[in-house]
């Protein structure tokens, strides 16, 4: 069974820095694509970003955020700089399912706990 666990979220003060980290287990991490999602309290779950053979990111972290990911380590970061107490949330990464829409929570499995990402303003 795949594990996913991120970790690096905390509190910042706006226009501050944090990268999160998403370890996931097993042998074919360079075979799949990643994503990472947030939830805001009151909020549905949304799109940040997604790395495939390429990179994609929701409009509203376009320019802040930067997807990469480390094969050999299997791993997958997000740089967010400049950060605004509208990124405050849970963020969480997963596994992006083979053909499936990359902007879609339902087009992933093997999703990790979470880690929360506080912006003071």
């Known amino acids: 069974q795949v594990q996913v666990v991120e970790s690096g979220g905390g509190l910042v003060q706006a226009g501050g820095s944090l990268r999160l980290s998403c370890v996931v287990s097993g042998p074919t991490f360079r075979s799949y694509g990643m994503g990472w999602f947030r939830q805001a309290p009151g909020k549905e779950r949304e799109f940040v970003a997604a790395i495939t053979w390429t990179t994609y990111y929701a409009d509203s972290v376009k320019g802040r955020f930067t997807i990469s990911r480390d094969n050999a380590k299997n791993t997958v970061y997000l740089q967010m700089n400049s950060l605004k107490s509208d990124d405050t949330a849970i963020y969480y990464c997963?596994?992006?399912?083979?053909?499936?829409?990359?902007?879609?929570?339902?087009?992933?499995?093997?999703w990790g706990q979470g880690t929360q990402v506080t912006v003071s303003s």
């Open positions: 997963a596994r992006k399912i083979p053909g499936s829409d990359r902007s879609a929570s339902q087009g992933y499995d093997s």
